[in-house]
């Protein structure tokens, strides 16, 4: 197994290298003149204080679950002995911890090359497209490799320590278990910093846009309104460091749901079957370093998502190659009764995973797209009115669910099958085939996450430009990225929904194997959950509830700071009435401080819903009840998140097709509805659409933590 | 057993004599001034014009359907033997038929009772609030008879004719599955008078709305707006005819599923328990007529929510009553290993399911009435415009899911385990138990139906009233009696919900019965549905998936069919300018027309969904898969129905608040902002919610039908 720790640390230590380089080039570009430089420093400084006193938050609530783990896990397993507890204990404590403080650090990395490659890449506009493209990816991509190589890190050397090396099987079998704290951890920050970044960036952002555009009437990231510095702000927070802790743990939580099941298959891979999701993940990484540097405008006129596509194509394409060498060399092998595992079949479940893949980001496409039917209708109907606006982009919104949904369901079916039959129809078989599918799918990962970061880093970037009065053809180029970045937004949130719900099956059936280990049934039984027992019912209704009530705290707490920034724009437009004119400067701090105080308060009581929830209905109706809670609400959650993610895309977009000179255009009655369209749509897509993606990975990690405490 | 049959069809010849004797009442009443009769001809022209084109189209559906249920139960029991094939698919034909029929009819009587009482209401307000009061909820309480005797006598005769009498165990045991034809035929039908009349309603509201009081700035049932009669007729075919059928097929699916829980349980009760669910739902229509005398109002400055509120109690009383001793009548005697029922237990799940059914309203109440937070807030929220109005108010009708969900889930778990427990644990007896809460919580419903079409009755008497130009005392009057009206509405819609989750769990075991039948298994074993097979979880996922497709068409369908109208409305105002200073009159009838032919396209596409989805499911991915189908969509039904109906009350009393001189009062922008929010909330609340209700119960008879088909 020596050279499969070989390439992953190989992997590291080259991406490492990779992302010191990447970061060079970025710091050693020009920041641009001094009122950039100002503006800049404004955003940099309230992004840093947000982050600060959001983790001093965090950090609380963190160490209080640390002590509940202690001594929930230790005396959980007392029956294994007093010494087994406290090992799987203190083990469960370290993972959680280190999973906790790299999420943390993933958001924060997110946000710091952020605030520091905004001000470049506007200063880099004045070069052209090309340069402007450049620097911003390639923050981007420091931010994707960073997260992505940290996470692959992290678990690999917990997996070493914690027995992954040992030459006793037994102590090899039991690590990844151990490190199920890790996934849990970095759930648990990425729920907060997305939460609290999600309700920051969009109570800034609604709140700038009511008192700015609709009531003052003046342009978005007009240097006039008190809220603009906010609204810059909260692209960092939310868009930034919440996506950077929410990716970290996706991979996190996935990759060792995957290990858990190569436990169950080792009497056919050995060793090979757990470390099979870590060297695919390597492998995807050094894929995705390709696509990076591919990047490039040769012609300014062209659209940069051509070559962000390009990027993404061939990085796809290098995955599909190293998938296929990595699953005949490690997953071959014979089976117990004697016949030979079908390695090409493994590989088509990679393949389903990457065409998954690949189609999450079309239909997401389709549905969020101007050039579309959906959005189109949505401006049409904007005409007669902010209400048909909105009746529209509902109904779109949970239309869209229903193509993903049929997607996800024959990967899955066609990934089990497929597993199933090349492995001879043995127990756990067929999930396997759906952890590989998932591997294969999150295997570009680290180039989807620099599409993502990319994103806010234009939009920054353009309200810089917008704000110190750049000269047109400056703003054009960073409004040409803009609207790019709007579409990599959307794209990866699709990617990241996509994923998660690939990945419930493979989280679902690691429950399930620690189940069984607990009750003492061997790994390869079968332990039905059978939602014909009432308390298996049961569950399944409170956790589809709690996905509707968690959505609404989160949207309602977006909602509730918005009018706090709302009421200080208000009274800063009353009391210094020279703001409107040019003859007196807003005061924008008090703007960030007040969203920085909301957004945090307003974070906590949804975050410990979705703690206490799962863990309650565990110990309340058992274990089988808590994996029906588990299955179904993850169901509601990927589609309610669909809804929300989609719908919010989709206003987003109308209000834009019909700015661009659409249906009367800007300032017509048509462009107001579908401006109530975009404000209603914002909370949906950037606070409770992706903060669901989390909730989803955190119930999982829950339940297999708190397990043993379940009657 | 004889004398049991005579209890129902004493109770159905009693209730029959009532309804005749309110009927005469009625149409005792004058009709008021020639200006009244007018306009309530022109509502009953154009609702009776709407249901005979809508059961025009329903009936090319339900023959198309009808041939597929000979050709598919003819073909899928041939395992059985040809002849005992052809008598399920003839029996199963013929119990479709009338099950259809009587559901059309239900509709039919909903919709010319309140055709006709609305004149009568009008013209009684003159003599005051008493008066008015007992005509319109006379009115709704011969819907309310009519709807549940039809139900009630269906049932039974069905189940005596199919063999419910005879001398042969074999021959009763069979029966009740022979009947459930007749609620798929009742559900079938329900589906599109919901969906069609809901759609109707909603376009000619919002249409009504949106051009008449945002655009022309003219009041509600002004009668300008050339769309105002067709919203007023809309009251009738949404509200009444849709609810009639709705309701009829609630009571219908969940007595038969009551009925064959009873076989399972034929070893202790025989044919008793079989009997009992049709005994409960006789004496609680006996308990209904005494509460719907009782209703009136003394003192004239009353609020008649209070008589209202009076009646359903005490008719709860007496079902509590009548309960203890149907249940000890009933379901007492000795359980096969000799010791005896705990009947005072079973009788505590009936109280749980009373108890419910109260909790449902209650909850209701306090999402949607103006008195509390919920609509407060969002009516505060108006105060910075639409966006936010419909951000608190999405994220309120979220939350308003959760505590009705941990109602049904107390409800669920009690009589499960109570029945579980005085049935001394055999098989089947936990799921009598919840059985025994359904027809506790469903005693009230002939009450509770009357409630809910006493709405529209009045809301049309305050139209016609308002049109006719009646001095303002009258006015005074409907008014009182229309908002009383809405609340009801709201109420029995959370009732709906509440009873169709409470059913789900006794349909899936029905359909758990039929599918061991099938394959052989006997009654009184398990037969588990496990999330964890991949099949069962992709049928879930779609289960989910299909609730919102189907709201998101429902909901669109409004707005499409809202555009013609307001295209329509905008022509007549622009070709004749004399409409607006009273010279011209508006052509009622070519909205009227409009608006019915956009409506009857629309819902085809969402019925035939519903329709087949879970038979393709059932035949692609199997019998057990199908049973994950149904449970999982019903959960996910039913909290988006809660979501949809509450969410929709909510915005609606937000605009009334606002209306009483709260936040600025009416013509305020606060104002101005909730109407916005009550638009959106229209479709939700009146075409997509209701519409889930008859969805949920569809899927449970439709797969109940097939299921022979199903691999």
Redesign the interface.
């Known amino acids: 197994m020596g050279i499969y720790y070989g390439i992953i640390y190989g992997v590291i230590i080259v991406s490492l290298a990779i992302i010191y380089y990447l970061f060079k080039y970025i710091f050693s570009q020009e920041k641009g003149s001094k009122e950039m430089q100002e503006i800049s420093e404004a955003i940099r400084e309230g992004a840093m204080a947000f982050v600060k006193r959001q983790y001093k938050t965090i950090g609380i609530i963190a160490v209080i679950v640390l002590v509940i783990i202690l001594l929930a896990v230790y005396f959980g397993n007392q029956s294994k002995g007093a010494d087994e507890a406290f090992k799987i204990a203190w083990h469960t404590a370290i993972a959680f911890v280190t999973g906790a403080f790299c999420s943390a650090l993933s958001g924060y990395i997110g946000m710091y090359m952020t605030v520091n490659t905004n001000i470049r890449t506007a200063n880099g506009a004045k070069s052209g497209l090309n340069k402007a493209l450049q620097i911003s990816f390639r923050g981007g991509a420091v931010t994707g490799l960073a997260v992505t190589v940290l996470s692959l890190l992290g678990v690999t050397t917990l997996f070493l320590v914690f027995g992954g090396s040992s030459s006793d099987d037994t102590l090899i079998k039991e690590a990844p278990s151990l490190i199920v704290g890790f996934g849990f951890g970095a759930s648990l920050v990425a729920l907060f910093a997305q939460l609290g970044g999600g309700i920051y960036t969009k109570a800034a952002d ?1 709140g700038a846009d ?1 008192v700015g555009k ?1 009531e003052a009437g003046i342009p978005e990231d007009d240097p006039r309104n008190p809220a603009v510095i906010a609204d810059l702000v909260g692209d960092n927070v939310g868009d930034c460091a919440g996506r950077g802790a929410d990716l970290f743990e996706s991979t996190a939580a996935e990759n060792i749901g995957a290990m858990i099941l190569g436990v169950a298959l080792f009497p056919v891979f050995g060793v090979k079957g757990i470390l099979f999701p870590l060297v695919a993940r390597a492998l995807g990484i050094i894929a995705s370093i390709v696509g990076i540097f591919l990047v490039q405008v040769k012609d300014e006129s062209k659209d940069p998502m051509k070559a962000l596509n390009k990027g993404y194509l061939i990085t796809t394409g290098i995955v599909l190659v190293f998938m296929f060498f990595t699953v005949k060399n490690m997953l071959s092998g014979n089976l117990p009764n004697g016949t030979e595992v079908n390695y090409m079949m493994l590989y088509g479940c990679a393949v389903a995973g990457i065409v998954l893949g690949f189609g999450f980001v079309w239909l997401t496409n389709y549905y969020t797209s101007v050039e579309c039917r959906p959005v189109k209708e949505i401006a049409k ?1 904007s005409e ?5 606006n ?3 982009g ?6 869209s ?2 193509l993903p ?2 997607f ?2 024959l990967a ?2 066609i990934s ?1 099958k497929l597993g199933d039959s090349a492995l001879g129809g043995i127990a756990n078989g ?1 999930l396997y085939g ?1 952890a590989i599918a998932t591997m294969g799918m999150l295997s570009t990962c680290a180039f989807i996450l620099a599409m993502d970061t990319f994103g806010p880093i234009t939009d920054n970037a353009g309200g810089i430009v917008e704000m110190s009065g750049a000269p047109e053809e400056v703003r054009n180029v960073t409004d040409r990225l803009d609207a790019c970045g709007n579409t990599t937004k959307a794209l990866t949130k699709g990617y990241a929904v996509g994923s998660a719900a690939l990945a419930t ?1 493979l989280l ?2 690691a429950y ?1 194997d620690e189940v069984k280990k607990i009750i003492g049934k061997p790994l390869d039984s ?7 027992k ?5 569950a ?3 956790g ?2 709690l996905v ?2 968690f ?3 989160a ?2 707490a ?2 509730r700071a ?2 706090y920034v ?1 009421m200080e724009v208000r009274r800063q437009f009353k009391e210094k009435p020279g703001i409107m004119d040019g003859t007196e400067k807003p005061d924008y701090a008090s703007c960030v401080d007040i969203v920085t105080k909301g957004a945090l308060k307003e974070m906590v009581l949804p975050g410990i819903l979705v703690i206490v929830t799962p863990v309650l209905v565990g110990i309340l109706l058992g274990k089988e009840a808590a ?2 809670f588990l ?2 609400s993850t ?2 959650g ?2 309610l998140a669909l ?1 929300l993610n989609n719908a919010g895309g989709a206003w987003d977009n109308a209000k834009k097709f019909i700015e661009l000179g659409n249906h009367g255009g800007k300032k017509s009655e048509a462009h107001k509805a579908a ?2 369209g975009d ?2 749509g914002d ?1 949906f897509k950037d606070t409770a659409g992706p903060s669901l993606h989390v909730l989803i990975k955190l119930i999982s990690t829950i339940t297999l933590v708190f397990v043993s405490l379940f009657s």
């Open positions: 609604v009511l609709v109907s007669t009115g902010p209400g048909t909105i009746i529209t509902v109904s779109m919104g949970m239309e669910t229903a949904v049929l996800i369901s899955i079916f089990y067929g759906t099956f679902f059936s399930l079968w332990f039905s959950v059978d939602i014909g009432p308390e298996v019912f049961i399944g209704f409170i589809v509830m509707f009530l959505s609404s705290t949207i309602r977006v909602g918005a009018q709302i994996a029906g299955m179904i169901i509601a990927v589609i809804f401006v109530v404000t209603v909370p």
